[in-house]
């Protein structure tokens, strides 16, 4: 599975942006998608995931500002990002796992490249 991700760019707080993430490979519907990010001197942390039943979680600092869908027919995975702070800066990771969902990196077998997100204050 090959996974690239687009969508990020330099932002004013308060701003709203969505990140895509494409897929190839073998069957997307299958796989658990997940979304994680790493700020510069940071250890990367969970966002949110969206399972192959569209169950889905968030970390308690996207909680309300962040939204995860999936659309099976064209392999995508999008997170709707509204509410943009500073702290939301980093680079972000889309990954596949075939694991129901899960918060912890160390679960998804593939990774996109990362897409940078700059959130100016």
């Known amino acids: 599975v090959l996974l690239e991700e687009s969508g990020g760019r330099s932002v004013q707080a308060g701003a709203s942006l969505r990140l895509s993430c494409a897929a190839s490979?073998?069957?997307?519907?299958?796989?658990?998608m997940g979304w994680f990010r790493q700020a510069p001197g940071k250890e990367r942390e969970f966002v949110s995931y969206?399972?192959?039943?569209?169950?889905?979680k968030y970390a308690d600092s996207v909680k309300g500002r962040f939204t995860i869908s999936r659309d099976n027919a064209w392999n995508t995975v999008y997170l709707q990002m509204n509410s943009l702070k500073h702290e939301d800066t980093a680079v972000y990771y889309c990954?596949?796992?075939?694991?129901?969902?899960?918060?912890?990196?160390?679960?998804?077998?593939?990774w996109g490249n990362g897409t940078q997100v700059t959130v100016s204050s």
């Open positions: 990954a596949a796992g075939t694991d129901s969902g899960s918060i912890y990196s160390s679960d998804y077998t593939y």
């Open positions: 969206i399972n192959w039943v569209d169950d889905t």
């Open positions: 490979g073998r069957t997307f519907s299958s796989f658990a």
